[in-house]
């Protein structure tokens, strides 16, 4: 049901969903999620057949057509089909970048192919071993997924700012402060952001302050 009316609302906004895949066998993902009174979330996944997409699934057409696009993904489907196609996207002069979420350890041979990497502070612990807790930690953490491969960095670390890291940029962009009531979503929107920014033209630092403004990110 859920996939069904996501698919409807795509088609509804004039969204190409011609490569977008049903599973037959396995119901909708589903993320029941919990808000505290800091309007922090905690967020329970059930997979469903997200959790099944394979590179078996993924149709060819859609690295011939995608040119220069860019490809936006993150973790909540097999890490495997995550490499496959940041390996066939990269190779075909595409820009990937990932939100590596949920946090887990990544192979070199994901992130060499990444043009970006977007994680939180936890996630950004989880993948380097460093504790990220201000500009002079995130720097440390994004030099260490720099040297691994990873073209640029950006670290969300909420309500302080975001933490860019290129080969000839590094520095913290802050935020307009605002009292959090629900930050479910914030990141998703950061990145769906910054992706369009890019694909528009702007440079790394431009895009992270035009996703930085919009009222919901991260």
């Known amino acids: 049901m859920f ?8 088609d509804k906004e004039h969204i190409d969903t011609r490569f977008l895949v049903s599973d037959e066998n396995n119901p909708s993902g589903v993320a029941l999620i919990n808000v505290d009174e800091d309007g ?120 302080t700012g975001a933490f860019l890291f290129t080969p000839s940029n590094s520095r913290m962009i802050s935020v307009v402060p605002v009292k959090a009531i629900d930050t479910t979503a914030a990141g998703d929107i950061f990145c769906g952001a910054l992706a369009v920014a890019l694909s528009e033209g702007k440079n790394s630092d431009e895009a992270v302050v035009f996703a930085k403004k919009l009222p919901g990110s991260q």
Do not use: W
């Not at 996939?3 to 795509?10: I, R, Y």
């Not at 979420?101 to 612990?125: F, G, K, V, W």
């Not at 002079?136 to 950006?154: C, T």
């Open 40 to 159: 922090e979330n905690s967020i329970v996944v059930a997979s469903g057949s997200n959790g099944t997409l394979s590179a078996y699934d993924i149709h060819e057409d859609v690295f011939k057509t995608m040119g220069d696009d860019i490809f936006l993904m993150q973790l909540e489907i097999p890490v495997g089909t995550v490499e496959y196609v940041a390996q066939k996207a990269a190779g075909n002069g595409n820009r990937v970048i990932l939100n590596p979420a949920p946090a887990r350890q990544l192979s070199n041979d994901l992130l060499s192919c990444l043009y970006m990497i977007i994680p939180n502070e936890t996630e950004a612990e989880i993948l380097t071993g460093i504790k990220v807790t201000d500009s002079d930690s995130a720097e440390k953490a994004a030099r260490k997924l720099y040297a691994k491969g990873v073209k640029n960095v950006v670290i969300t670390m909420g309500g």
């Open 3 to 10: 996939g069904s009316e996501a698919k409807h609302l795509f």
